[in-house]
């Protein structure tokens, strides 16, 4: 089956194309202008970014969006990333959390999938962990410059995600690649054909 992947972030498409290509399923990035809405929820704009896409070409299509939620900032800056490093940047934000001991925060990723008018769905991979005290040196390639501060919760030693490598970077790719979005849409649409 043939899945268009309505993005222009290429590694969006060869980490959707890698995890879904066991399923059967081949990934074609579609570069396309959608509009996103200010929702607070991954999900929602991602459904509704998909429903635009679908719109346009009828064929099955996914879109991924996803936020980053500090739980100490009531979720802040949850789907709001780019802008709030932007207007906030990572100072502030430490700024904010200062003093704060509540450090939990979290990784949402949603794939919405829209197969016909009224055949949708979303996946969503959740990865929980805290903020660290400081900003943290990069020492491999980053999605987010919040991969500075966050430590995810299954990763040993105290480290933020820009900072991992070695035995530690494969355990969290073993980790990511078999629990994330991708991977439960694949088992979804092998169990629902």
Not at 183 to 192: A, C, D, P
Request: glycine letters at 6%; proline letters at 3%.
């Amino acid at each position: 089956m043939k899945i268009f992947f309505a993005t222009s972030n290429k590694a969006k498409v060869e980490w959707a194309q890698a995890a879904l290509k066991k399923y059967g399923l081949e990934v074609v990035q579609l570069e396309m202008e959608l509009v996103e809405s200010r929702h607070e929820d991954p999900a929602e704009i991602a459904l509704e970014k998909a429903q635009q896409a679908y719109a346009l070409i009828k064929k099955p299509l996914m879109v991924e969006d996803g936020g980053f939620f500090i739980e100490a900032l009531n979720g802040f800056p949850m789907t709001h990333v780019k802008f709030s490093l932007k207007t906030v940047g990572m100072s502030g934000i430490m700024k904010l959390l200062k003093g704060e001991k509540n450090r939990k925060a979290e990784w949402r990723m949603t794939v919405a999938l829209v197969l016909s008018n009224k055949k949708h769905r979303t996946f969503t991979f959740v990865d929980r962990g805290e903020i660290a005290k400081r900003v943290r040196p990069v020492k491999r390639k980053c999605m987010s410059d919040y991969w500075r501060i966050y430590i995810p919760k299954m990763i040993p030693n105290d480290l933020a995600l820009s900072e991992i490598s070695g035995e530690d970077i494969r355990r969290w790719d073993r980790y990511y690649n078999s629990h994330n979005q991708y991977q439960k849409m694949g088992q979804w649409l092998s169990k629902n054909k």
